[in-house]
């Protein structure tokens, strides 16, 4: 028993037509705007690529760059096989390839919903390889003479500055490394040696409760104090228990998914957006393909029809679907066999 029976006439499969017609270009530029959004994304993400550990976060940008290309060419032969539709002569030809078309549909709008599942869910991936990324970058900050390396001081401070943020979870982390060049050190010093803790770790490195320049805030009405932070003696009026700092709280990871998470969940929702277009526009072309179908004069174009969202319920549906997979299971069991019986003939031949 057919599910959804709509009857037509000649008016009704014309709008439809038509309005399928218009709703697949609609589709196109939908895809167009996802393809120029997972480039977007993309090229946002190559900006930083420095600070993130791996490059498994570009998966998700491809992936709505190659559903975005897919979008707008499935549309397009979608818009073109409606338009003929109105042209018996013309659609005759796209009768055989309805049917793949619809089934190519339906495997291609599963795909576009996992890829806006994906955006909204690669928050989680981001979180990891950003924190190991800025760990790796904080580390390498100092190294501005060092062939590969350079960049990544006017990495950080353009970072820092851009997002209002410092360090990786927040701006104590820069207490932890030494962010300063040997290069620009005495380590004879006195004051070297008294402004930091050279002797209290196994490394010798050069720390201090100090932050770059680009951890500065500067809304805040006092100079800013990026060195002996934790030294309330080293500045006047000041202690850094109950004072609000004027650097930057934040860290810079947390600024960094909010801004992309904000950016993802956008991305999206519009391809969810999308994935409803595109689930309209096949449910109609499966109601003009079944309509054009069961005409009941077929020399008539006047003549009424019946379309249908599905031939069987639901359940016939399904296990029709499964014996087909099995029949091509064991269709292709057969073939293998068949061949190794060949292959074994050939030897025993030649033996």
């Known amino acids: 028993m057919a599910i959804m029976k709509v009857k037509f006439d000649q008016r009704k499969r014309v709008k439809l037509a038509q309005g ?15 393809f120029s959004m997972g480039l977007f994304f993309k090229v946002e993400l190559r900006k930083r690529s420095e600070m993130m550990d791996d490059s498994e976060s570009h998966f998700v940008p491809n992936s709505l760059i190659v559903v975005g ?15 003929d539709s109105l042209d018996p002569a013309k659609f005759s030809k796209w009768k ?37 990324g800025l760990k790796n970058g904080m580390k390498y900050y100092k190294d501005t003479d060092t062939p590969g390396r350079c960049y990544m001081k006017k990495s950080l401070d353009m970072l820092q ?14 207490f932890e490394i030494q962010w300063i060049s040997n290069r620009y050190l005495d380590f004879s010093s006195k004051e070297v040696k008294e402004s930091s803790r050279i002797l209290s770790n196994v490394d010798g490195k050069y720390l201090m409760d100090g932050v770059p320049f680009s951890c500065c805030n500067p809304s805040s009405p006092r100079p800013c104090i990026q060195h002996q932070l934790t030294n309330n003696s080293a500045h006047y009026s000041y202690d850094h228990h109950t004072e609000e700092l004027n650097i930057w709280t934040r860290g810079c990871r947390d600024a960094l998914l909010s801004y992309y ?9 519009m391809v969810l957006l999308v994935w409803l277009l595109e689930m309209v526009v096949m449910v109609g072309l499966r109601y003009l393909h079944t309509s054009l179908e069961s005409l009941s004069n077929p ?24 014996e087909s997979i099995k029949a091509l299971g064991k269709t ?6 068949g061949g190794a019986g060949e292959g074994a003939q050939a030897v025993a031949t030649v033996s």
């Open 20 to 34: 399928l017609w218009l709703m697949n270009w609609f589709s196109v530029m939908a895809g167009v705007l996802v």
């Open 69 to 83: 290309i897919l979008v707008s060419a499935t549309n397009v032969l979608g818009g073109k096989i409606c338009y």
């Open 96 to 132: 055989a390839f309805l049917k793949l078309s619809l089934a190519v549909c339906f495997f291609f709008n599963m795909v576009l919903f996992v890829t806006a599942m994906m955006c909204f869910t690669m928050r989680l991936a981001l979180e990891s390889t950003l924190a190991q």
């Open 161 to 174: 500055i851009e997002f209002r943020c410092c360090g990786n979870n927040n701006y104590k982390d820069w």
């Open 261 to 269: 998470g904000g950016l993802m969940n956008s991305i999206g929702s």
């Open 299 to 322: 020399e008539d174009p006047e003549s009424e029809s019946e379309g249908w969202l599905l031939e069987k319920s639901v359940k016939e549906t399904l296990s029709s679907f499964m």
């Open 332 to 337: 292709n069991q057969v073939d293998a066999e």
